[in-house]
T-cell receptor, first 110, second 110 residues
Framework: DAGITQSPRHKVTETGTPVTLRCHQTENHRYMYWYRQDPGHGLRLIHYSYGVKDTDKGEVSDGYSVSRSKTEDFLLTLESATSSQTSVYFC?????????FGPGTRLTVL | GDSVTQMEGPVTLSEEAFLTINCTYTATGYPSLFWYVQYPGEGLQLLLKATKADDKGSNKGFEATYRKETTSFHLEKGSVQVSDSAVYFCALRNTGKLIFGQGTTLQVKP
């Protein structure tokens, strides 16, 4: 299995609070991704990174920011959480023509 | 833009039945195509892939053939087992990003 961990695995928070999710890899891959998974929508790309300090927006980036100060860590921040951001969040890293996914973080915004 | 469409689920089959999950895509150029599987409570795992037209990906008894003429990548298995119960995602990779279909839930009953 590719070495990808996500923390926390579960989180419950309140509307308006900031939340940071962490993705950590031990594979030294250049590309890292954040997705959200919602029923009927599959996985949708939020942001991705193609190197340290190099990031770009995905399909559903509004309300989210990311940072990557080290190759191994990719942080996703919800600046002010809303109920519409209740979802399961997956991090992924990109190997040769294949993406490997982390175990996911289930976030509930009350 | 690029997109992937999967047949709607859930699909319910009896053990040893034949499985087909339809997937069609829209993309410019020559995307790579993937099937991912998600077991309950887990992240996505790559099931199989095909990188060019007429390639057949196969794994664990599942097969899919890259059909450029019909822009399809249908997933098939000759005899499903209860352990195949999961959500299946078709995806394409073009310009470095993965684009997913909405997922199809498969339930196999003994």
């Amino acid at each position: 299995d590719a070495g990808i961990t996500q923390s926390p695995r579960h989180k419950v928070t309140e509307t308006g609070t900031p939340v940071t999710l962490r993705c950590h890899q031990t594979e030294n891959h250049r590309y890292m991704y954040w997705y959200r998974q919602d029923p009927g929508h599959g996985l949708r790309l939020i942001h991705y990174s193609y190197g340290v300090k190099d990031t770009d927006k995905g399909e559903v980036s509004d309300g989210y920011s990311v940072s990557r100060s080290k190759t191994e860590d990719f942080l996703l921040t919800l600046e002010s959480a809303t109920s519409s951001q209740t979802s399961v969040y997956f991090c992924a890293i990109s190997g040769y023509n294949e993406q490997f996914f982390g175990p996911g973080t289930r976030l509930t915004v009350l | 833009g690029d997109s992937v469409t999967q047949m709607e689920g859930p699909v319910t089959l009896s053990e040893e039945a034949f499985l087909t999950i339809n997937c069609t895509y829209t993309a410019t150029g020559y995307p790579s195509l993937f099937w991912y599987v998600q077991y309950p409570g887990e992240g996505l795992q790559l099931l199989l892939k095909a990188t060019k037209a007429d390639d057949k990906g196969s794994n664990k008894g599942f097969e899919a053939t890259y059909r450029k003429e019909t822009t399809s990548f249908h997933l098939e298995k000759g005899s499903v087992q209860v352990s195949d119960s999961a959500v299946y995602f078709c995806a394409l990779r073009n310009t470095g990003k993965l684009i997913f279909g909405q997922g199809t839930t498969l339930q196999v009953k003994p």
